[in-house]
Nanobody, 124 residues
């Protein structure tokens, strides 16, 4: 199947920046839509950003203009550049990969794939 590993989380002061990475391994020879979600204790996991396999991007209103999602297909990696961080951005950040229809059936069956998360803490 597909394994996702996030990295890049940490503790920063408000106004600072972090760059998160999501690296995929396993079967990565078909196209995936990759998104970032975040979650704090007691709240539902919320959508942050999406990049389609064709490169089209989508952002939640709360991060629009501050976060940038990008992909490096050669490295099977999706990044989330987070600028002007605010305390309300503090959360566990997860990446999610959704296989497209042209992926092999076993890969589609296991979709979506989630990473284990990376913690982002922003202090005021």
């Amino acid at each position: 199947q597909v394994r996702l590993v996030e990295s890049g989380g940490g503790s920063v002061q408000a106004g600072g920046s972090l760059s998160l990475s999501c690296v995929a391994s396993g079967y990565t020879y078909c196209n995936f839509d990759v998104s970032w979600f975040r979650q704090t204790p007691g709240k539902e996991r919320e959508f942050v950003s999406l990049i389609d396999s064709d490169g089209s991007t989508t952002y939640a209103d709360s991060v629009k203009g501050r976060f940038t999602i990008s992909q490096d297909k050669s490295k099977n990696m999706v990044s989330l550049q987070m600028n002007d961080l605010k305390p309300e951005d503090s959360a566990m950040y997860y990446c999610k990969a959704d296989s497209r229809r042209r992926c092999p059936a076993p890969v589609v069956a296991g979709s979506p794939y989630w990473g284990q998360g990376t913690q982002v803490s922003v202090s005021s």
